[in-house]
C-alpha cells in the first residue's frame, strides 16, 4: 500500500502500517462542498446542504464508509482541521447525537486515529502531512467558491 507514514522514534526511524486519510469541509450559508482523500487516491468531493461542523463531520464520516469498504486490515491515521473530530476522538467530549455516534462508531471499526491540523497555515510552515491536507483544503474551497460564481443563491 502506498502513501504510510513513518514516525520517528528518539533515536530510530520505525515504519508504522498506517494509511493516511484526510478529509475537509468548506461552507456558505446551507451549501458545503465536502472533501477527502484516501492515501494516493484521488480526492472525492460532494455537495451537501449542512452548517460547517456538520459538514466536517460529514467528510469523515463519508470517507471512513469508503474505508470501511475497502475491507483493510491496517490502521488509519485521519488528518482533519476540525476540533470537534479531533476531540470526540480523544474523547475529550461525549458524543450528543448520532451522528457524532456514528462517527465514533466508525472511527472504531475502521482502526482509525485522529490528528489535527492547521487549516491556514503558511507554505513554508507546513510538513509532507499537511501539504497533502492543504490539497484536499484548497479543492474543497475552490469547488464551494464556483459553485456560488455560477449559481445564483435565491
Not at 120 to 140: A, C, T, Y
Request: proline letters at 1%.
Amino acid at each position: 500500500m502506498e502513501n504510510f507514514i513513518d514516525k520517528n522514534t528518539e533515536d530510530k526511524k520505525v515504519t508504522v502500517n498506517k494509511k493516511l486519510l484526510f478529509s475537509d469541509a468548506s461552507t456558505r450559508g446551507n451549501v458545503s462542498i465536502i472533501g477527502y482523500k484516501i492515501g494516493d487516491n484521488k480526492i472525492v468531493v460532494k455537495k451537501e446542504q449542512l452548517k460547517n461542523t456538520q459538514a466536517e463531520m460529514e467528510a469523515a464520516i463519508q470517507l471512513l464508509k469508503e474505508v470501511k469498504k475497502s475491507e483493510t486490515k491496517c490502521q488509519h491515521i485521519l488528518y482533519t482541521d476540525c476540533d470537534k473530530i479531533f476531540r470526540l476522538s480523544k474523547e475529550i467530549m461525549e458524543p450528543r447525537d448520532k451522528h457524532e455516534l456514528k462517527l465514533m462508531k466508525l472511527l472504531s471499526s475502521t482502526k482509525t486515529e485522529v490528528e489535527h491540523v492547521k487549516g491556514h497555515s503558511k507554505q513554508i510552515d507546513k510538513n509532507s502531512v499537511e501539504l497533502q491536507f492543504q490539497q484536499v483544503d484548497k479543492l474543497v474551497r475552490k469547488t464551494l467558491r464556483n459553485h456560488f460564481k455560477y449559481y445564483i443563491i435565491e
